[in-house]
């Protein structure tokens, strides 16, 4: 069964550009999760979605940060203007929609981004 | 936001079995608690999940007591490949905290 996958896997942009990511998840899980990982830290959520459907955004910088389901699939995770203070590794994660019960989470291999 | 905490950093020998604890003394009747193993350049990689008295899988073992306030990862006879940050969650489907990372514990397996 293939991974997740992330590209690029590694980014350098200047301060004020703008930066795409992209996320496939494994097939047939439902939600999709983008966290961001600074250095020495633990990732933190940025993003939650359930097939196409934002199901937790409440730590998104929506000033600067976008993201999108489109067809409840592939994701993609926007940043625009970039700040220094944004460089780190930006994770990708999937897992199966279950009602209840615990949940685990596949993550892809990240792409880091440094911001210049 | 249920919070956990963990040592910032261990250290072991190869061979040895290694035991982390987590506390989270504020868990929920429903929540379960979550391991996840992270090495470098990698994305976190799913351990071990449990919600009470104890849990077994290939790689590791998860010991959870009646009140369920703390929980030990248990890692038998370490390697030098098992050095990485292992991470404790706590929560549950449909709950948002069951994301929320701590900074994790950093295990140093030395030969």
Known sequence: ?116 | LAKTTQPISMDSYEGQEVNITCSHNNIATNDYITWYQQFPSQGPRFIIQGYKTKVTNEVASLFIPADRKSSTLSLPRVSLSDTAVYYCLVGHSGSARQLTFGSGTQLTVLP
Request: hydrophobic fraction near 35%; include cysteine.
């Open chain 1, 1 to 116: 069964e293939a991974g997740v996958a992330q590209s690029p896997r590694y980014k350098i942009i200047e301060k004020r550009q703008s930066v795409a990511f992209w996320c496939n998840p494994i097939s047939g899980h439902a939600t999709l999760y983008w966290y961001q990982q600074i250095l020495g830290q633990g990732p933190k959520l940025l993003i939650q979605f359930q097939n196409n459907g934002v199901v937790d955004d409440s730590q998104l910088p929506k000033d600067r940060f976008s993201a999108e389901r489109l067809k409840g699939v592939d994701s993609t995770l926007k940043i625009q203007p970039a700040k220094l203070e944004d460089s780190a590794v930006y994770l990708c994660a999937s897992s199966p929609l279950r009602d209840r019960g615990p949940r685990e989470q596949f993550f892809g291999p990240g792409t880091r981004l440094t911001v210049l």
